[in-house]
């Protein structure tokens, strides 16, 4: 008996879920402008490996822990809320510098940090390890021997549908902005517009109850 109930329905969910607008795609966003397609791409792929952290602890059942717990909630939630006013604040700030190309080329070697920051926007957020738990069991059939192996295919799944539109999302964005002929006056106000959403998403998320 297979694990999987309704992928297709599981795709379209996942694929409609993924391009809904929040802090995942605007960061993709917001480096994908500042930077170039291929600073989207490797944020793209720190924020699916943040992904890929939560559905392996949802695999393991360590997820509960985290839904059970609400300390480890709280705790979890407050860092990643300060780490959002952080990106937030970081970028509003650097609308404020004037982009140069020894700043340019100074960007290239911070493709690191691009990705380990997509990668803790996700694994700070415990919002997305509830997602996970509650969203992926709904296409598991209760009756089967291998719901782990189910899980973590539908996760797989859902990384690699996030992926995708994230990436699409890099190379449109990266080649609507090179089409303005003030572009660094573009790019600013990117910065200053996704940095004020990151500092109001970083507000909301120690607020929520």
């Given at each position: 008996?297979s694990a999987i109930t309704?992928?297709?329905?599981?795709?379209?969910?996942?694929?409609?879920?993924?391009?809904?607008?929040?802090?995942?795609?605007?960061?993709?966003?917001?480096?994908?402008?500042?930077?170039?397609?291929?600073?989207?791409?490797?944020?793209?792929?720190?924020?699916?490996?943040?992904?890929?952290?939560?559905?392996?602890?949802?695999?393991?059942?360590?997820?509960?822990?985290?839904?059970?717990?609400?300390?480890?909630?709280?705790?979890?939630?407050?860092?990643?809320?300060?780490?959002?006013?952080?990106?937030?604040?970081?970028?509003?700030?650097?609308?404020?510098?004037?982009?140069?190309?020894?700043?340019?080329?100074?960007?290239?070697?911070?493709?690191?940090?691009?990705?380990?920051?997509?990668?803790?926007?996700?694994?700070?957020?415990?919002?997305?390890?509830?997602?996970?738990?509650?969203?992926?069991?709904?296409?598991?059939?209760?009756?089967?021997?291998?719901?782990?192996?189910?899980?973590?295919?539908?996760?797989?799944?859902?990384?690699?549908?996030?992926?995708?539109?994230?990436?699409?999302?890099?190379?449109?964005?990266?080649?609507?902005?090179?089409?303005?002929?003030?572009?660094?006056?573009?790019?600013?106000?990117?910065?200053?517009?996704?940095?004020?959403?990151?500092?109001?998403?970083?507000?909301?998320?120690?607020?929520?109850?």
């Amino acid at each position: 008996m297979s694990a999987i109930t309704d992928i297709y329905l599981f795709i379209l969910a996942g694929l409609l879920l993924n391009i809904t607008p929040g802090v995942d795609l605007l960061y993709v966003l917001n480096k994908s402008i500042a930077k170039g397609f291929k600073a989207g791409i490797v944020a793209s792929l720190g924020i699916s490996t943040g992904c890929l952290f939560h559905v392996v602890l949802v695999v393991l059942g360590l997820s509960a822990l985290l839904e059970a717990s609400p300390t480890a909630f709280l705790v979890v939630k407050y860092i990643g809320a300060l780490y959002l006013l952080y990106l937030g604040i970081t970028m509003f700030l650097s609308s404020k510098k004037n982009t140069n190309k020894k700043e340019e080329d100074k960007s290239k070697a911070q493709y690191k940090k691009i990705y380990y920051s997509g990668i803790l926007i996700n694994i700070l957020n415990p919002k997305v390890a509830l997602f996970f738990i509650t969203f992926l069991p709904q296409f598991i059939n209760v009756d089967s021997s291998e719901k782990s192996m189910g899980l973590l295919i539908l996760g797989l799944i859902f990384i690699a549908v996030a992926t995708i539109v994230s990436s699409i999302i890099a190379y449109v964005s990266c080649n609507i902005s090179s089409k303005f002929t003030y572009k660094d006056s573009f790019t600013k106000y990117i910065k200053k517009v996704v940095g004020t959403l990151f500092i109001g998403f970083g507000i909301k998320l120690a607020l929520d109850v």
